[in-house]
């Protein structure tokens, strides 16, 4: 089955900071990648995505490449802002249907 | 165009009861997806309506159930609560392969 693993948090860092949170995928197919991004009491929020290999999704200053050979989708940010503070979501879809990682929390203090 | 609306945004209900939540898609979306959130097992997919069919269900047990009216909107339905319920639970709308989520229901079960 798929499955997406992203590494764990909180992940705490000083504003201005760069920041990468992983994430790697696990699918029987060629599936569509997302980040999604979730705020304190809020729902998901689509950050960006990606749906072919060696794609670059970018929004915000956020990107992630679609890397088929290492079945990966980093997301990472040049200078990260206290206002990004939040749980970020890795997932993927096949069919329709969105598997997700556990989520990371970044917390960003000034 | 708006988003994706879901009522109530909050809910408490005891062990035993039965509870509807609500969803209104995107306008012109077809397809509307429910998922529950909890802290132990994350984001975990319960099941897929389309044109008002039932395309995808995930393992959730009978007690969990939906349906899709001719305008698109969706309602789900536990019946039976337990305490394990207590959930955020979210809707989203699809388009072509991308969702977008609504704010989502946060159930309390006492």
């Known amino acids: 089955g798929n499955s997406v693993t992203q590494m764990e948090g909180p992940v705490t860092l000083s504003e201005e900071a760069f920041l990468t949170i992983n994430c790697t995928y696990t699918?029987?197919?060629?599936?569509?990648l997302f980040w999604y991004v979730q705020y304190p009491g809020e729902g998901l929020q689509l950050l960006l995505k990606?749906?072919?290999?060696?794609d670059k999704g970018s929004n915000k200053g956020f990107e992630a490449t679609y890397r088929k050979e290492t079945t990966s989708f980093h997301l990472e940010k040049g200078s990260v802002q206290v206002s990004d503070s939040a749980v970020y979501f890795c997932?993927?879809?096949?069919?329709?249907?969105?598997?997700f990682g556990k989520g990371t929390m970044l917390l960003v203090s000034p | 165009k708006a988003g994706v609306t879901q009522t109530p945004r909050y809910l408490i209900k005891t062990r035993g009861q039965q509870v509807t939540l609500s969803c209104s898609p995107i306008?012109?979306?077809?397809?509307v997806s429910w998922y529950q959130q909890t802290p132990g097992q994350g984001l975990q997919f319960l099941f897929e309506?389309?044109?008002?069919?039932?395309?995808n269900k995930g393992n959730f047990p009978g007690r969990f159930s939906g349906r899709q009216f001719s305008n698109s909107r969706s309602e789900m339905n536990v019946s039976t609560l337990e305490l394990g319920d207590s959930a955020l639970y979210l809707c989203?709308?699809?388009?072509?392969?991308?969702?977008?989520f609504g704010p989502g229901t946060r159930l309390t079960v006492l």
């Open positions: 997932a993927l879809t096949e069919y329709s249907t969105l598997t």
């Open positions: 990606a749906t072919k290999a060696d």
């Open positions: 699918a029987t197919g060629y599936p569509s």
């Open positions: 989203a709308s699809r388009n072509t392969d991308t969702q977008y």
């Open positions: 306008s012109g979306h077809r397809s």
């Open positions: 309506y389309f044109s008002e069919t039932q395309r």
